[in-house]
Every structure is written in structure tokens, then in C-alpha cells.
């Protein structure tokens, strides 16, 4: 019935709906009839999924399996056409609906129908649609000859013995004795893996296996351990033994193994904090037992996976002032930097020795850095600090003194180029002096200041607020050793406290902000590059700070933890030089 388009639209809609109504009735009755095809037609063209899965019911029930898995699929669903599709043979038409399937027996059946075509790569896509993962690893290793694929479903999809024996087998076949070796223990084949590794030297992969499967399992250990130690291979033996809990065996053959092996022995001796094992190897690294000192660095690294806060600065500075004897600035200063850095990550106080020798040594490098930034007068009071030690840099006096003399000039620091020319004319150091050089500090040394310099800036101190020069770092009202701005050397103070986003070490935010703009980027302690823009104020900056006044520092005993613990001499040697007497627990 055609709708008059004069018709209000209520009745209008009245008509539509009779007219589909009638057209249903035409397409089912067509359907009982036999006119299937234009049953379908209509029932496409009124697209009611309700129509269309009762006609789709009608052919199924008919024999039309075709037309029932077409209606299916158009009336929204697609596993019951699917399932039909896979019925009559008609598998590409199914395969075509994998992404709309959720029914994982459906999907291995619609699998197995391909793998039976020979169509292998659709058959794959099945099956991992499935979650079939064994099935996926067997086409992958029989038919499809992809080996990384069939090893990364197994690793991690589906570590079965099942799977890992499949693949075991395929590496077994073509010589591949590690990765055999590996799906071999993962299978519990693990004695069949063990006479592998035997046969093909390969018990390195095979220790790492049994590591990550099954570390607890001490006779697994020991037959690795006297395998490798068999071998001559003393490391590898000496790492099984200390699974065991044979920390003295695995000890001897760590240092049997040379010093490949230090780090591990350290390592395990940290591990166990047993004093014998400590003795022990702290007389191989003195070269007591094989007559060849080990660098000092190693009894350094032991102190620290020990704990032993004390002996590790100690170490760290008797090292860093080697290095200073003999030039070797930078070392020293990163030898007491990492030190100071690792001590202050475990929230720790940092002893004032090792705060003040770091603070030394930067100070000396800060200053190169801001004579090149053209900053005279700071320059001059960092060189004017580093020349009341000027003792510890023996290599280097008379540069540094004739530096500190230029640079005192340059500030119009009058008195302390005088001071400081006066040392510079003593016959020790004068005759290292060149002609140009000495002329200029003599006629400085004729000539007696007396005025006095201009003072320096007072900012108060950061834990008590007191007035303070810049750079006094240490606070005469509240005794506290005051943190130094590693941009500038004064000392902090909390308005403008900031830190170097990487190593944390503290800085005056003017100061850092200027120093970077001059030119160079890199944070002057740790030398790693620094944005501005990441540079921000620190607020309440002492909570992170462990404090100690010098008084209550002395009083407290940071080298050994138990006094009445023998104390012995050990003697450090290195390339070029000989390290002092110091004592460790």
C-alpha cells in the first residue's frame, strides 16, 4: 500500500508499519513454500534482525545451510554462522568471521579445518585466536619454521612441559644445545640437560637456568660447583659453592680465579658480613697472600657493601689524598663525591672530615671554572681557601699561590695578594717562579697593605639564622657545619636553596643560575648537564639534611664499631704511589 502524501503523519507511520508487517508474513510464508531466495530478499531489505534469524531457523531447519549461515551472519550471529560455515566446507567464509568469534572450541575447530587444508598461516590465526598456544608452537615448529616465534610463545604464553619438550626437541635436532638445553630443564628433562651441557660444554646455560628455576636446590649447586671447579673454571665454581652456603671454599677460589673475580668476592663477603670471610679478603687485597697489592678502589667497594660507613670514608679519603699528592684532581674529587653521594642517599650523616676534604678539592676546581666565567672576586675567596690547605696539593703549590696572588689583585683584594705574595717569595717557592712571574710577585711583596680588604657579604646562616660570612661554613652560634653551594662555595641558605637535579648536592639558585648562563651547563659536582628551567626553590630544605655539630662529631667514634676489636696496619699500593698507614676493624 502506497502512503498519500497529503496523510497526517501519525497515519503515515500507521501504514509503514502495516506495510512491514505484511512483507514479514509474505517472507515467511515464501519460505515455507520454498521461494527461499525471496524470503532472504525480503528480509534483507527490511533489515529486522528479528525476521531475519527466524527465516535464517526456517532454512537451517530445511537443509538450506547456506542461506541459514548467510541470515545468521546478517542478523548478528556470527558464531552460529560460523559453526555452519565450518559444517559445509564453506571455511572461508568462516575465517572471514574470526574477529567476531569468542568461543575458543569454535575457533580450535574452525583451526584444525584449516591445518587439514594445508592452510597453515589462517590455521595459526585461529588457534591464537583461541589461545591454543600448544597448537601455535607446533605449527610453528612443524610447518610454518618459525623458531623465535614458537620460543616466544613458550616463554610467555604457555611454559608448559608439554610445549618446552617440543621445542626442546626442534633445538635438539639442529645443533641449537643451549636453547635445548634451556627447554630441556623447563620440560623437567633436567638430567637429560645436565648430560647435554656436560657433552657440549654449555653448563653455564645450564647453572643459569637451574638459577632461575630453581636457585633453592643446593645438590644442583654442588654438582655445578665441582663441575666447574673440574674445569679450572673458579669463578663459576666459586658462585655454586656460595649457594651452598660454603662462603669459605667459594671465597678460596675467588681469589684462585684472579681479579676478574674481585667484585664477586666483595659481593659475597658483604652478602655474609662474616669476619673471617672480611679478614680473609682484606689480606688478599693488601697482596698479603699473593704479594701483589689490589688497587685501593676494591677495599673501598668492600667497605661499602659491608656497611661499615666508618672505614669506607677513611678509605675514601686516605685515596683521595693520594691522588692529591699526586696531581690527580679529578679522580680525587670523584673518589669523595661518590662517597659523600651514596652516604647522603641512605639518609646518613656525612662525616666532617669527608664533607671538608670534598669541600677542599671543589673549591679548587670551582674556582678554574668561574676565572674562566670572569667572576674575580669569587674566584679569589675559593683560592684564598684552598691556599689555607695548600699543603694537600704538593704537586701544584706555587701555580695555585700564583693564581690566588692574580686573582686577589684582579678582585682589588689588596691584603690578601700581599699575604699571599709573601708566601709565594719564600726561597722553596720562588725558584719555581719564571722571570715574568716573579717580577710581578715581588713588586706585590715590596709593598705592605694596610687596609684591609673589603669585607665579605654576611647571609644568615640556615639552621639558626645567624649572620654569617658567605663563605665561613661553619656557624659560631649553633656549631653546625653549614652545607656549601657547590655553584659558588658560599654557604646555603634556605630562601635560596636549590639542587642539582641529579645528584642532589645543594646550590644557591642565583648562584647555579648564573654559572650555567656564563656558558657551561654541567652541574660543577657531578658534571652532568643541568636545564634552568628544572632548577627550583627547595622548600624546608634541612628535613632532608642529617646534622652534627663538630663538638658532638668528635665525640662520637665513626672508625670502628666495636673498640674492642683488634685494630690492624694495612698497607695500600697503587700504579704510582704507595698509600699511607691507615687502620681498619
Known sequence: MEVPEDLPPHMSTEINVHNKQCAAGIARTSVKLGD??????????????????????????????IEAAQLYEKGGMPEKAASIYIQIKHLKQAVALIEKLNSKKLLRELGKAKEAEKEFKEAERCYERAQDWESVIRLSLKYLDNFEKAKF????????????AMVAKYCEQRGAWKEAIEFKILAGQREEAFVMAQSHDEMEKYA?????????????????AHYFEGKNLWGYAARHHDKCGNGGKALKLYIEGGENFISDAIKMVGRHKNDALTHHLVDYLMGE??????????????????????????????IASQELEVGNYKYSHQILFETQKDIRAHRKHVPYELNQKLMIIHSYSLAKRIVKAGNHPTAARLLCRVCKHISQFPLHQVPILYTTVAECARA?????????ALQLVKPEHRSQLNENQEKKVINIARRPVKTEDPPEDYTPCPFCSSSIPSFQLDCPNCKNTVPFCV????HMTI?????????????????????????????????????????????????????????????????TDKPEEMEEQIHFQSTNF???TILLN
Request: charged share 30%; with cysteine.
Open 412 to 420: 682589588g683584594f689588596k691584603q690578601a695578594a700581599y699575604q699571599w
Open 36 to 65: 527461499v531466495a525471496r524470503a532472504q530478499n525480503i528480509a534483507k531489505s527490511l533489515n529486522d534482525p528479528q525476521l531475519i534469524l527466524e527465516i535464517a531457523a526456517v532454512c537451517e531447519g530445511m537443509k538450506q545451510k
Open 578 to 580: 704507595k698509600f699511607k
Open 487 to 490: 655553584a659558588s662555595g658560599k
Open 208 to 224: 643459569e637456568m637451574i638459577e632461575k628455576v630453581d636457585d633453592k636446590n643446593l645438590e644442583e649447586h654442588v654438582r655445578m
Open 153 to 164: 610463545t613458550l616463554r610467555e604464553k604457555m611454559p608448559t612441559p608439554t610445549c618446552a
Open 289 to 318: 697472600i699473593d704479594g701483589i697489592p689490589k688497587d685501593p678502589q676494591y677495599t673501598l667497594e668492600l667497605y661499602k657493601e659491608l656497611g661499615n660507613d666508618g672505614q669506607r670514608v677513611k678509605i675514601a679519603i686516605t
Open 495 to 559: 630562601k635560596d636553596w636549590t639542587k642539582c637535579p641529579h645528584c642532589h648536592f645543594p646550590s644557591l639558585y642565583m648562584d647555579m643560575t648564573a654559572l650555567i648562563q656564563a656558558g657551561d651547563p654541567n652541574c660543577p659536582m657531578c658534571e652532568k648537564p643541568v636545564d634552568v628551567q628544572t632548577l627550583k626553590i627547595v622548600r624546608e630544605p634541612l628535613k632532608d639534611i642529617v646534622t652534627m655539630t663538630q663538638e658532638e662529631e668528635a665525640e662520637t667514634d665513626v672508625s
